[in-house]
């Protein structure tokens, strides 16, 4: 009953207008046809069978219903209102009607059968078109195909940061399980409503109302708990980015999508989308303008000096990039070295930093002033297999000794890049070129590597030396990486030092080396040249 009323409503409801407008075609095409036979001369003549055209279409488009209806309709017309001979006005035999009736009606509900079995054949294909073969997860598209009113009100993104080990260690095959697990995992989070598939190393989950902090780090704990893969603990390291879902859910996916990538950049677990994280057009602009600025002279190094602090002496110096952008103005190190890192300019910088660099420890050398020049080195240069190459053939080109140079690899790129960064120190040990590990103490190493890297230097990070005062348990850090440096041999740097506080603490306990605003500011070569000329002891 409820399937007619439904027939029925299609006249009613302005929801359904293609529908609508194909019942209105039926009904007109079923008056067309009952007239022509009419004014042809009856139901004697061939054209009762121009009948058959709209039970076919409305068993086709309505179902078992429509074509049932449809062919009792036409039955109807053609039957005890429609004579044999329209001349003669003779009627024909109730039998002959009720049998026609029966047979369209038996016809349109065939059809409407036929046509429904092979609709639901149709869309269980789809169906299993918009599963990942493998997995059997739902694809992402799937969400893109919703009705636009329907769409989810927040997005998360997550992202499998170590799915390439994964697969590495484990096959594609029992990778494939760990997808399945973490989607159980995130389907089991209470407050999921979907859970779809993107790529291999992604998942995009739908919820339908606000997480709370203490709710999603509950479920990135969750979803970073061991895994068993044939009684094999595995360790998945995941990144999620939330978004609240706008009208666009093309905007809301890449906003979900530039959040995961954010807390995957920061080590965070988990982190709500800001503006701030979508790429923009000054972010590109600033990329544009930085790859002009290494042609022309809007590059230049300035020069803090270290010093010791037992002798008070200059014992190097670090180098730092400065860009007068004739468009941009001053461009600190932090407004343009994070963007520049993620593409391949950061081994153009690097390049003009070292030659600029090793240029002006030629020129300290001839004026008999010869000092250790520290350069910042990124991970993303380790990556390049030319550049150990390049540095040795740049110290031939400036002749150089390797002694004055000192490389500057912050702590947590040294550990994340772990493989390469062993064969290239042994490479740098080769020419005699120092290592050390900048803003020591914001990343992770153990003392087995700093032992295995024959580290020259560590460089306490400045945070440690600035709140030292206030917070002790920072002191207490400070004191223990002076002391590790001492059972390891290697030099201890504090850097940020701003105050003779500062000075006379890190000289009680034996801090090796300072460098900060105390002693000097960055200064640009002629600045430097004069500072070392004064205060080297000759
Ligand atoms: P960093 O290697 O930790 O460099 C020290 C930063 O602290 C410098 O900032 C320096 O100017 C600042 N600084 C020095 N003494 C003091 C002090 O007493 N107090 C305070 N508050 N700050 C002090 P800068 O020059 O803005 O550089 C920022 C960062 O950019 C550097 O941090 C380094 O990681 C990166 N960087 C600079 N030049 C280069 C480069 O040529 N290549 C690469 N890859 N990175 C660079
Ligand atoms: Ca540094
Ligand atoms: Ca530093």
Redesign the pocket.
Known sequence: MKKFNGWITLFMTPAKPVQRLLAISLISLTLLITVLVYFTGGIQYVYSHGMYVPILLAGIYFGVYGGLIQGFISGLLLGPFMPIDTETMVMQSPINWIYRIVFFMLIGGTIGYFSKAVKVAYLERIKILKRDIYTDIPLFTNLLDKDPEHHPHYIMHLKILNHQDLIDLLGIDAYYMVLKMLQQRMIDFKHTSSVYQKELSSFIITLERKVDNTSLELLSDTLRETFSVEDVPVYIDTALGITESSDDLHTALAEAMYAARYAERNFLSYVNYKDTMTPNHDNINILGLFNKALNTDELY??F?PQIDLNTGEIVGA?????WQSDELGLM???DF?PLI?DTSL?ND??EW?IKSAFERIKMLMQSHLPIKIA????AKNLLDKTFYSNVKSWLETYQIPGKYVEF?L?EQSLMSNKGISKQFIDQLKHEKISLSI??FGTGYSSLNELNRYQVHTL?I??SFI?NCKDDKRLCSIIEAAVNLGKLLHIKTTA????TKEEVDYLKSINCDYA????YA??LVFDEFYTYIKSHKKT
């Not at 670090?318 to 400065?322: G, S």
């Not at 350069?375 to 990124?378: F, L, V």
């Not at 850097?495 to 701003?498: P, T, W």
């Not at 460098?515 to 105390?518: F, H, L, R, V």
């Open positions: 190094l300035v803090q670090e180098a730092l990039t400065r600190m190190p932090d070295i890192e950061i910088l690097t930093v350069i910042n080195i990124s500057e912050t900048d803003d460089k990070d400045q600035h850097e940020g030092v701003e460098q900060g605003y105390y500011k960055p």
